[in-house]
């Protein structure tokens, strides 16, 4: 029997709770948004103690479907001061799932300065003071729990900067091999750390397992769901091979590959950076090229990149990530930036938030363009030691822009534009305009249609069609990170007609339930309609669904071209 | 003929055009919120190049009213994010209005990194190319172009913090003794850093002079006046005698005088720092305990302050930059605070912004509370030399709380909260929440009929009629400061049937117009909601028409109250 935990850490109480009717069929992100806005009041500060951080593993999470291990954590963010959802692979979600805690309610703060862990195993929560790992980064918590508790422990920690509060802090997952996964996007990080709580530890020990009404069912549709993933040419060829930086070179041919913090579309030294090099870079020293971040993964896009010594650097190593520190901060050294990537993981900071950022320092003149050794310099001297410029730099792009007056900084929502430059590449203008989240491309990534030819084509350098392609698969991404799936998985669903309906036909094996497409579209329609309603009562209006004003006065080569939607065409979204 | 003038700092030319006829009766901030809100675009840069710098003297400045000197300034706030007006005493008011500018529009801005001068003469302005005091600070400013120009030039000119385009960074208006007086609020001082504009020296030399249609109807109106503020007790003798600090005293008893960040309503050591300590100081070492920040000033509440070596500290020293300092962050020494508010002047810096922004520092640990010499360190060896964290001080109260995760941080609209408690004297948070500028005492000073038995007595504890007085004193505050009257005019004009006829008079004397007090009612009303309407269009909404949540569960003491207004009883405010 599924349930609800909360934890009180004002009076440091653990309470179980059935879950109500309503959340049956919610999981992942339509579980946390439907918590965090009905329970957290929208204008309260993120960092006290109204706000929640609300776990949920997806709906799918915990059974074998292949993708479904994805766990979603939300909160008011107090990077953007709207709602957040982040999810992230690891072994959490599975753990949490089997358990049967269908959402685990973290409320309060402490009035003491004490740090605290939760302890999750089959009997329930418990709350302990920590003192032995405070002040420690996540690579060492890791270690160190698995030390106190055993290899198979499940853990999610924040690193000092989640300690410190900062706005571009995450929470991390503990992946498979003992590395880590993030929760990203939007600080939750700093919740976690408002809230006092250093780690999560979970015993998956005697856990009673995911139920499935229909188990014949649901392996029939899980077959098909999986052989989709192999079948198409992204998820099945492209993500194994180069992983998500395949999209180098890619979206540097489509002249949207943002350099030089947004100045240029195209980067000279692309091939320094490219997915080819670091496929052929791994395999020469002996790393892996594919790899999965939970059990159950089969497109495998991530994996394990070594150091010249073959010293672990990086398993999660994105395009997002490699574009922010290479291109847009002109840093061409593949090694200097998995070693940026270590740190930003230890540590426990978003990586497309701070890699942004460090463009934003570049321009703010606190370190010159390209130079790799200074931006690893900051991260362990000034983000790891909160010094004063660490906590400038910690609080992301925004922050650094107002610190300093830059006027070119690439954020929504004060949080920062990923990867892809929404002049020459629109749609994904549109989604990084409108997303309830900031500037996200997860939340409706147009490049599959804008640039891939994946759902079939828009053309990304002009206006028609983007505003309906952005909002479609900003629906559809909200159903579908509520399944506990991997984004990944909407490339065989926009291409292969069997794909989605054997995502419905394993929700409906597993629930019990009567779920048809329609169905499905309603409940990414509802998600988003409760985030904006949140982040209406929380301040927000249309004149935030904007991007940054130099994207409508500087053209960006070699398109020449401007962001050029008006008000009224940007907020022709909401109309669903 | 008055003009306007529009300075074009992208292309460096300087436009005269003449007055648009529904322009005529606006001054002041009337004026500069009207072009703003017509030639700004709501989602700008506040330091990009689609800013408007805009000055106005009001539209009696340069009359021989009583009071009639102040200058408005208004631009995108870089502060807060909506619509700002900021006035201010000094010549330069006068000194316009006698050269007949209704307005000094200043847009664009450079491409390159060359610092300018705008100088302003009988025959237009010039632009130039500005080397030698780049870098200086207010006081050696003023120094310098007297010594190029003469004794008489008047003077408008930012300091370092303006350089460095710091949010809290304030206009610098020479005053009849060459110091200086402020635009303080909203961060006007980074803006005109953007536009590369150190100073704007002004040359009366020849000028035409205010044309008065009625002499003698102006003359008789005017002594009416003059009267109602010699008479009444607290703009004809509180405030001449012991200048706005007269106030520490009064709000102390009322237990309204926030205290250690905002955590109590009294302070004990407010003896120390009273109006009548600081008048027998003043006495003692020879200093002057009345003066005026303009000429015509009959009021005289400020004065002229000596350390104990007579040598010149401060002399706008107000009651909020001394609560700040003192009350806030628990400093009993009035010298420490004048030599504070010297150098805050000095590198022009928003006196109530930085000094409430010192609070915040001192809960998020930086320095002790008290630290009195702490605060002139980081006033000069970090503010000053715009370290990373003088950067991050010199963003205002708001900066310091997202950087250090602070959750007790008295900002509306990221703007200090100042000098009276919002939970104790509940009619100034309503002004607090609602005004179009952020916090802003000025813009609706219950405190008048809350504590002063001004225009009658509302009890500051109760909820009762707290948002009738809010929004009567916010309209009628808007057309005053259209007027270039200093809004100490508004005691009398609330207790005196003559002063505010009188006033109209005035108006209609000058014009040649038939305004009658329901106009100026109208007027106050039209100001507000265009300043409204841009800031909805900046990205503004009820809910950032709220106080910080801490005072909704912080009682404060020694009343024990709390911020008890419903959302729907603050949103009552703009019926009208």
């Known amino acids: 029997m599924d349930k609800i935990y909360r934890v009180n850490m004002t009076d440091l109480t653990v309470k179980q709770e059935d879950v109500p009717a309503e959340w049956a069929l919610l999981g992942g992100r339509g579980l946390t948004s439907t918590i965090v806005a009905a329970e957290v009041p929208p204008t309260c500060h993120p960092l006290g103690p109204n706000n929640k951080l609300v776990f949920a593993p997806g709906l799918l999470t915990g059974t074998p479907a292949a993708q479904s291990g994805r766990l979603s954590a939300g909160a008011k963010s107090p990077l953007t001061g709207g709602i957040n959802e982040s999810n992230s692979g690891g072994t959490a979600a599975q753990l949490l799932a089997r358990l049967c805690i269908k959402a685990l309610i973290i409320e309060g703060q402490p009035k003491e300065d004490k740090w605290f862990n939760l302890h999750v195993n089959k009997d329930g929560i418990t709350i302990q003071e920590e003192t032995e790992l405070v002040g420690q980064n996540n690579f060492a918590i890791i270690d160190a729990v698995e030390t106190r508790l055993g290899k198979k422990t499940g853990i999610l920690t924040i690193g000092i900067a989640g300690e410190l509060r900062m706005a571009a802090a995450d929470i991390s997952v503990k992946d498979p091999d003992s590395k880590l996964r993030s929760h990203g996007r939007g600080g939750l990080g700093a919740v976690m750390g408002s809230k006092k709580i250093k780690f999560i530890s979970i ?31 992204v998820s099945g ?39 080819e090099t670091m496929h052929d870079t791994i395999v020469a020293r002996g790393g892996k090229p594919k790899h999965g971040c939970h059990a159950g993964c089969i497109i495998q896009c991530s994996q394990v990149y070594l150091d010249q010594d073959g010293k672990y650097l990086s398993s999660g190593f994105e395009y997002e990530t490699i574009w922010a520190l290479g291109a847009n901060c002109c840093i061409e050294n593949l090694d200097i930036i998995a070693k940026a990537d270590n740190i930003m993981d230890d540590i426990g900071i978003d990586s497309i938030e701070t890699a942004v950022m460090f463009g934003v320092a570049m321009e703010a003149g606190i370190i010159p363009f390209g130079d790799g050794e200074g931006v690893l310099r900051l991260l362990t001297d000034e983000i790891a030691k909160g010094t004063p410029l660490g906590r400038i730099l910690g609080g992301g792009a925004g922050s650094v822009g107002r ?60 206006k028609e069609g983007q505003v309906e392609l952005s909002r479609n698969l900003q629906i559809a991404t909200a159903a579908i990170d509520s399944t506990g799936m991997c984004i990944f998985v909407a490339f065989p669903a926009l291409d292969i007609p069997e794909c989605l309906p054997a995502l419905i036909d394993m929700l409906n094996a597993r629930f019990d339930s009567s779920l048809a497409g329609d169905d499905f579209v309603a409940l990414g329609k509802q998600i988003l309609k409760v985030e904006r309603k949140f982040n209406i009562e929380a301040g927000f209006n249309s004149a935030h669904d904007r991007l940054p004003e130099f994207f409508t006065y500087e053209p960006l080569p070699p398109h020449n071209v401007v962001w050029d939607f008006s008000d009224e065409e940007i907020d022709e979204f909401w109309n669903f």
Chains 1, 2 share one sequence.
Do not use: C, W
């Open 203 to 233: 015993d998956g020990e005697g856990a009673p397992g995911v139920t499935i009404a229909a188990p014949d069912k649901f392996k029939a549709a899980s077959r098909v769901f999986a052989k989709a993933l192999l079948d198409h040419p």
């Open 403 to 462: 610190a300093y007056g830059v006027i070119r900084v690439p954020v929504v929502k004060n949080q920062s534009i990923p990867a892809y430059d929404p002049r020459s590449i629109k749609g994904i203008g549109i989604t990084y305009a409108t997303s309830t989240m900031g500037a996200d491309h997860t939340a409706g990534y147009s490049i599959a249609t804008n640039i891939l030819n994946v759902g079939g084509n828009v053309d990304p350098l002009k």
């Open 237 to 275: 060829q492209a993500l194994p091979t180069y992983g998500t930086n395949v999209l180098v070179n890619i979206i540097n041919e489509a002249g949207g590959l943002p350099t030089r913090n947004f100045s240029y579309g195209q980067f000279a030294s692309h091939d320094k950076i490219s997915g």
